[in-house]
Every structure is written in C-alpha cells, then in structure tokens.
C-alpha cells in the first residue's frame, strides 16, 4: 500500500514571495490533515478536511495560508506571502474512519520549507 | 482545551539499557492517548495507541505505554533500546468529543549509544 506522498521535499525562498506543497493521501483515506512543524517543536495542526470539506481550520493563519481539497483527494496548501516565522517542516496526514477519534493518522515525509 | 507535556526534551541511554520517556496531559475529558516516532528526515509513525480497556499497550519495535488516569500520564516504555531506537518520540491526545484532532507533546530525542 502505498503511503502519503508529499511535494516537494524541500524549499527555499525568501521572504514575501508565496509557496504551495502538494499532498496525496493514501487511496480510500477520507480524512486529510495539514501540520506545522517547527524546530524543536510537536507538530501543530493547521487544518483538517472531510473528504473536500473543511473540518477545522481554527489555527490556519489565514491572512496568508490557504488550503485546498478538490474531488476529495488530493490537497494544497499555500502561502503568499511567507513570513521568516513559517520556515518549518509542513507534514500532511490521512485516517480512513471520517472523525473517528481512534483511528490511526499516516504521515507522509513532509516539507521542508525555509524562508529567508 | 488539552495539551500534552513531554518533560524530557533529551534522553540519553546506552544500548541494551532500558528507557522511559514521560508524557503527562491535561484535558477536561476523556481522551485517547498516542505515541508516536519521528526518524531523521521522515514522517511520524504510530507506535502505539491507548483507547480503552487495559491501562497496559503494547506497540510496535518492542515499546509499551501504560495509562495512568489518576496521574494523566502515558509513559512510554522499553526494556532493552537498540542503536536503531534514536528519533524523536511524540505524545498526542485526541479529544473524545472533537473528532480525530491531535494535539502533540514537544517531542523527546532519544539518544542511544553504544
């Protein structure tokens, strides 16, 4: 089985321009997540999707970040503009029981994104 | 509101010795309990789960976790740690009532050496 797949691996940009990362779930996954991970830190969830709707968005910044689900499958999610504050490592996330507390979230291998 | 307190930041330990790294929550419900593992350069894996029943977990790579409601902790354990063991372990707890949200400790780097 294939596991979540995200890109790029890694990004370097300087301040004020924008950035998008791309994730793929795993195939059947109704439930995708978007975390911040910055140095040092747990990963923060930025926000959860429902198939294509949007759970919780309550800690996305959303003056500057945007995300996305079209069909249900595939996710961006955008920054314009960065901000030195966002340089972390952006890890995206699928479960397959839609809001079912137990169950299991796949990670994939993350974003790193530096802004200079 | 609930949040996750990992009170070792590093945990150094030689090969073969055993380990615990400590995990203790707030939350003003019932919750689920996770461990999980961060390997360089990788994404979190799920080492273990607490959902109900035995206060005792057994995960995967020879680790176990055990509930404590009394105290809100969920240590994680192994009797014997391997070279292969060094990453950073996180605690995360999910609200009962608030879907699949996880909420995550700051991390502990384990460090085995030989």
């Known amino acids: 089985e294939a596991g979540v797949a995200q890109s790029p691996r890694y990004k370097i940009i300087e301040k004020r321009q924008s950035v998008a990362f791309w994730c793929n779930p795993i195939s059947g996954h109704a439930t995708l997540y978007w975390y911040q991970q910055i140095l040092g830190q747990g990963p923060k969830l930025l926000i959860q999707f429902q198939n294509n709707g949007v759970v919780d968005d309550s800690q996305l910044p959303k003056d500057r970040f945007s995300a996305e689900r079209l069909k249900g499958v595939d996710s961006t999610l955008k920054i314009q503009p960065a901000k030195l504050e966002d340089s972390a490592v952006y890890l995206c996330?699928?479960?397959?029981?839609?809001?079912?507390?137990?169950?299991?979230?796949?990670f994939g291998p993350g974003t790193r994104l530096t802004v200079l | 509101a609930q949040s996750v307190t990992q009170l070792d930041s590093q945990v150094p330990v030689f090969e073969e010795a055993p380990v615990e790294l400590r995990c203790n929550y707030s939350s003003s419900v019932s919750v689920y309990l996770f461990w999980y593992v961060q390997y360089p350069n990788q994404g979190l894996q799920l080492l273990l789960k607490y959902l109900s029943g035995s206060t005792l977990v057994k995960g995967i790579n020879g680790f176990e976790a055990e509930f404590n409601k009394s105290q809100t902790s969920f240590h994680l354990r192994k009797p014997s740690v391997h070279i292969s063991d060094t990453a950073e372990y996180f605690c995360?707890?999910?609200?009962?009532?608030?879907?699949?949200?996880?909420?995550f400790g700051g991390g502990t780097r384990l460090m085995v050496k030989p």
């Open positions: 996330a699928s479960s397959l029981i839609p809001l079912a507390g137990t169950d299991t979230q796949y």
């Open positions: 995360a707890v999910s609200d009962r009532n608030a879907g699949n949200m996880l909420t």
